[in-house]
């Protein structure tokens, strides 16, 4: 009979350093781990990688359990569904045993029988990998003329990006290469090719450049550079492909300015200049640009201006703001368009067919969806001049889905269902929508998802999931691997909490700021009511969230640490203070439209009553996995390093406190989909150890 013995929990040596502001002082004794390249702290870093593989020994033949279901629930080997741009059909597909999808593009029709004849292999990603513990493609784009592909890739997960330019007739890589890149366009030439460029410290787009195919590097021209360390720029053509669009934006806050895509070496105009809290976003048809912006109201209303003169005197709306409907997006084709909105936390699509050539319209509809909760959204729809409409649809009990709607007979024709292997079967499962009551009387709506044939709900473990910032709203899409948890008899929630973008920007607005607290509070009401209700064991919750889902995590289990057995939190944003009172960290000025700027006084004795590294206390805590990445450049490792580091030194209880750093990947974690899956089993393996499942 063999025994397990856990090793012992790595203790951080304390070395105090302290932080006045304001007439408060920040202490921290871990501000050390910063240093990456020193020995010390990657010694660390190993040894709490080993503690944790060590009290996880147990579950080792339950890990691989997990991961061979996870991977019996995938059609490893799968294609998915062309679109069409230009003279070719491109889609992406996987083969079993790769980890990484292979980019193709066919001629002609990609059902015919001669197809895999003619398909060209654009870029496999699995070659790019070889040797390599990480890869992530960040952009591609074609040449107008199908020539040449501009492509971009990082091989560390620090999500700094690389620009090279391949040949598709030939399969040769060209001369370029430029490092830091973020938007990628080509103009219609077919030889001149725009693209941002990241600072290096910051990690923040800033830079526009213009470059001639085969010319050195040191000669492409800066056409522009964005001063203002709150905004990032971007850059993409629009969907008729004749202009460029340069974006510059923060969170709250954005302008633009085009070019017409067959004048390359021409003049950049502005369509209006920014305004603080003013956002607006472009689309053209016919001589207008199509706006979506928030000038009259916070959640959209739509516009149109001349291309000539687009400045807000020439702006005309039709389609006005309304304060129970966000405008999420506007999809604009030559003889339709499609308005992406946002109703009580659920999306709804809706076409609108022109009348002429201007903007007026002569008749509408709106897709109709099943369920009372799913996620449907815009597809890949590259071709303009056309009366078809991709949208993808998918709920927690659905899988993904690809509908092709028709315009003129508003029909839905169903293109691809992933296919889930293993014996899925979608009917012995159910999912609910609800609302709970806040502590200031604001409903809160909750996706809920479990298996029809419980008994008991109530006997049952609970898993709640949150995120609540950026104005993100939580999707709530289907994921096979949730089958694992869902076929064991867990029940899980989804809560919609403020600061995400669920009920559009005033919900975003109500949990930012001097009102972040209410995210965290949120969260609590919607776990107190499901128990309430009925919905799992009160002995038996885990909660997760990631980034700035782990800020979340980390603030409800200081303030109601009673109300919880697990929680899982992957890649923290946990250290509020240090990080948003340090300017030369990547994202902190950006940022602090989001939660506020420490230096001011009433901002930073707010951030410091939820900080969750300012806030731990000697007291009981439940069991915690937290997982970092070395290479993550949104939130720094040392930060959940810091943060195990200090509770330990706190925490009065027993139960695991572990934190798991991958040495080779950033802020999503694994790139292969493969190696991604053991990270899940092992997640999925704590909490099954935890709520004695």
């Not at 944790?52 to 579950?59: D, H, I, W, Y």
């Not at 990484?100 to 001629?107: G, N, Q």
């Not at 915690?624 to 509770?647: C, F, G, H, N």
């Amino acid at each position: 009979m063999s025994t397990h013995t856990e090793l012992a929990p790595p203790v951080a040596t304390p070395r105090r350093t302290e932080t006045t502001l304001h007439g408060h002082t920040l202490v921290d004794d871990y501000a050390w781990l910063r240093e990456r390249e020193s020995p010390e702290v990657i010694s660390y870093l190993e040894a709490e990688n080993a503690y944790t593989n060590s009290v996880l020994e147990p579950t080792v033949e339950l890990q691989k359990t997990l991961y061979t279901e996870m991977v019996s629930h995938i059609k490893e080997t799968d294609v998915s569904v062309p679109f069409r741009d230009g003279e070719y059909w491109y889609y992406s597909r996987t083969e079993e045993g790769a980890q990484y999808p292979i980019y193709c593009r066919k001629t002609g029709s990609p059902d015919a029988p001669d197809a895999d004849a003619l398909e060209q292999v654009m870029l496999d990603i699995n070659e790019l990998a070889k040797d390599e513990a990480f890869m992530a493609v960040g952009s591609t784009t074609v040449s107008d003329d199908g020539n040449l592909l501009a492509y971009s890739i990082d091989n560390k997960g620090f999500r700094q990006y690389t620009l090279q330019v391949k040949d598709l007739r030939t399969g040769e890589l060209l001369g370029e290469r430029v490092e830091r890149v973020g938007s990628i366009v080509w103009a219609a030439d077919n030889r001149t090719l725009f693209y941002t460029i990241e600072d290096e410290e910051q990690k923040r787009q800033f830079q526009f450049y213009r470059h001639t195919l085969g010319a050195p590097h040191s000669q492409d021209l800066l056409i522009y550079e964005e001063t203002d360390e709150r905004f990032n720029i971007g850059a993409g053509r629009t969907r008729d492909d004749q202009y460029i669009i340069l974006e510059s934006s923060s969170h709250t806050t954005s302008e633009e300015r085009f070019l017409p895509a067959e004048e390359p070496d021409g003049k950049w105009r502005l369509i209006a200049p920014r305004r603080d809290n003013i956002e607006y976003y472009a689309e053209h048809r016919n001589g207008l640009f199509y706006i979506r912006t928030n000038d009259t109201g916070r959640n959209f209303h739509l516009v149109t201006a001349p291309v000539e003169t687009p400045d807000q005197s020439n702006w005309k709306e039709i389609l006005p703001h309304r304060a129970e409907v966000m405008l999420e997006e506007i999809d604009v084709f030559n003889s339709f368009y499609v308005v992406c909105e946002r109703i009580a936390g659920l999306q709804h699509l809706r076409t609108q067919r022109f009348s002429g050539s201007g903007s007026e319209t002569a008749s509408g509809s709106e897709i109709c969806f099943p369920e009372p909760v799913y996620s449907a959204q815009p597809h890949i729809n590259r071709d303009f001049d056309t009366t078809k409409y991709r949208y993808s649809y998918q709920s927690l009990v659905t899988p993904g889905s690809v509908y092709e709607y028709d315009v003129l007979t508003c029909e839905s024709t169903l293109l691809k269902q992933l296919e889930v292997p293993g014996g899925f079967d979608r009917t012995l499962y159910t999912s609910e929508r609800l609302f709970v009551t806040a502590p200031d009387g604001v409903e809160v709506p909750v996706s809920i998802v479990y298996r029809k044939d419980l008994s008991a709900l109530a006997e049952h473990p609970l898993y709640v999931y949150g995120y609540g910032s950026y104005g993100y709203p939580l999707p709530v899409g289907f994921n096979s691997n949730r089958l694992s948890l869902l076929d064991r008899g867990f029940i899980l929630a989804y809560a919609h909490i403020r600061g995400g973008g669920d009920l559009g920007k005033p919900w975003h607005d109500a949990g930012r700021l001097m009102h972040k607290r209410k995210t965290f509070t949120d969260f609590i009401a919607v776990t107190e009511h499901l128990l309430a209700q009925g919905y799992g064991d009160p002995k038996r919750v885990a909660i997760e969230g990631g980034s700035a889902g782990g800020l979340l995590m980390g603030a409800v289990a200081n303030m109601r640490p009673d109300l919880f057995r697990a929680v899982l939190s992957h890649v923290p944003f946990i250290d509020v203070m240090n990080t948003m009172l340090d300017s030369s960290l990547p994202l902190t000025v950006p940022e602090y439209e989001e939660w506020g700027d420490p230096h001011e006084l009433e901002a930073f004795e707010y951030m410091l009553s939820y900080s969750p590294y300012d806030n731990l206390e000697a007291k009981a805590y439940p069991a915690m996995l937290v997982k970092t990445s070395l290479y993550d450049s949104q939130v720094m490792y040392w930060e959940p390093a810091k943060y195990i580091a200090r509770l330990r030194t706190l925490k009065t209880d027993d139960n695991s406190l572990l934190l798991h750093t991958n040495l080779t990947a950033g802020h999503g974690g694994a790139s292969g989909r493969y190696d991604y899956l053991k990270e899940v089993a092992m997640d999925y393996a704590f909490l099954l150890r935890e709520l004695r499942v």
